[in-house]
């Protein structure tokens, strides 16, 4: 089954000036590796369970990159995939395949740490009938190993714990939801108010996390988000242990003072525009 979502994949062309700038908005990034063939390498800041990917083209295997890759860096770049973790990719494959989805084999996948730990799993993605912005993924190798590639995962200074709920533009909010639902094997939720992006939104509760797709309503960070790059993620929203813990680090390191809003629960959640994050939103919600 689905469980989770495993990792988000923002796309730059500066590898080394994305880290500085996650890096001064309070996570701990490290070297992630490179990609054997694929053309690319990354960093990553891991949290409790999951964890944030940059994603460059490497230098020394730039013509291995893919083509779709280098024009999304072209056109600026940013948030570009949802990664959503089974627990069993053939069952999932094969589940979905049944509910009519256009979804690949799952095909094996891996990368050497700068540490030299090798990484495995298994991912598969959506085909043309069903282009939407996730792919599944597997891992072989364990959580309690893949966690040992960084020191102290999840002692972020800006207290970020987890990856709460990635946000998706989309034209048609209903028709959107009806997509997903297929796709994810879950029921199409209610839709509700977003009050901080300003749209209409459903989510889908993939365990402790969540997938929203959102059509604008007003001016905001959905509005903008369409206008700049058309349907697609344009946001995360990560659980932390100290809101203000987190302003205070972005405050003391040369970032703008984020903005505030409140949210449809009634939490208080802060959010750095894409100017700041490599191309996307980054929302952080808790305590104070």
């Known amino acids: 089954m689905l469980t989770r979502i495993d990792h988000i994949m923002i796309c730059v062309p500066d590898l080394q000036h994305a880290i500085v700038t996650y890096t001064r908005l309070g ?13 690319t390498q990354n960093a990553i800041a891991f949290h409790q369970d999951d964890y944030l990917e940059l994603l460059a083209v490497n230098p020394a295997e730039a ?32 589940a979905m395949r049944a509910r009519g989805v256009d979804v690949s084999d799952p095909i094996d996948g891996g990368r050497r740490t700068p540490g030299g730990q090798e990484l495995r799993w298994r991912a598969a993605s ?32 800006n207290g970020v714990l987890r990856t709460d709920r990635v946000y998706i533009a989309v034209e048609d909010v209903n028709q959107a939801a009806q997509t997903y639902s297929r796709v994810l094997g879950l029921p199409v939720p209610r839709l509700q108010h977003g009050n901080v992006i300003k749209a209409e939104m459903a989510v889908f509760d993939i365990g402790a996390t969540g997938i929203a797709v959102a059509q604008p309503t007003e001016a905001g960070p959905t509005a903008e988000a369409f206008a700049r790059r058309g349907p697609g993620p344009f946001q995360v ?52």
């Open 27 to 39: 996570f701990r990034v490290h070297p992630g590796g490179v990609h054997p063939g694929q053309g």
């Open 126 to 157: 959506l085909g043309p009938r069903h282009p939407l912005p996730i792919f599944f993924i597997q891992h072989l190798t364990s959580l309690v190993e893949r966690r040992r590639q960084v020191p102290n995962p999840g002692d972020h200074p």
């Open 63 to 94: 013509e291995a990159a893919s083509p779709r890759l280098v024009d999304f860096i072209a056109a600026g770049g940013g948030f570009r995939y949802v990664s959503v973790q089974s627990d069993d990719l053939t069952a999932d494959v094969a």
């Open 237 to 288: 929203l990560y659980r932390t242990r100290s809101m203000e813990a987190g302003a205070r680090w972005i405050g003391h390191h040369g970032m703008p003072p984020p903005a505030r809003g409140t949210r449809n629960t009634g939490e208080q959640a802060i959010l750095v525009g894409p100017e700041d994050a490599c191309g996307l939103y980054i929302g952080f919600v808790g305590p104070p």
